[in-house]
């Protein structure tokens, strides 16, 4: 079964980091389009960072200049590295990736369930 999982949220005070990991499970061929979302409650589900195809690595106007995605695509894995946090960064961060499980099988996107992150002032 293919899945994405998310770990490394947490509880932090204002300015410190945290690092999300997110791991692609199961028989994949390719991970394509990587990116990292966040909810906070109320709000609608907004972009944080994401890898496109070509082109230059999306982030989301609140967090650039303190978030950095990265991938591994030796281990399967994407990355959220987020520096000098703000209560504002708040949410359920969630991962969300387009799949290919061979060559002769269509791409597909997967989401993650999600991973906490709390900013205490």
């Known amino acids: 079964q293919v899945q994405l999982v998310e770990s490394g949220g947490g509880l932090v005070q204002a300015g410190e980091s945290l690092r999300l990991s997110c791991a692609a499970s199961?028989?994949?061929?390719?991970?394509?389009?990587p990116g990292w979302y966040r909810q906070a409650p109320g709000k609608q589900r907004e972009l944080v960072a994401a890898?496109?195809?070509?082109?230059?690595?999306n982030y989301g106007d609140s967090v650039k200049g303190r978030f950095t995605i990265s991938r591994d695509n030796a281990k399967n894995m994407v990355y959220l590295q987020m520096n000098s946090l703000k209560p504002e960064d708040t949410g359920v961060y969630y991962c969300?990736?387009?799949?290919?499980?061979?060559?002769?099988?269509?791409?597909?996107?997967?989401w993650g369930q999600g991973t906490q992150v709390t900013v205490s002032l």
């Open positions: 199961g028989t994949i061929f390719s991970i394509n389009k």
């Open positions: 969300k990736a387009h799949l290919r499980r061979s060559t002769w099988t269509p791409m597909r996107e997967y």
């Open positions: 890898i496109p195809t070509e082109g230059t690595t």
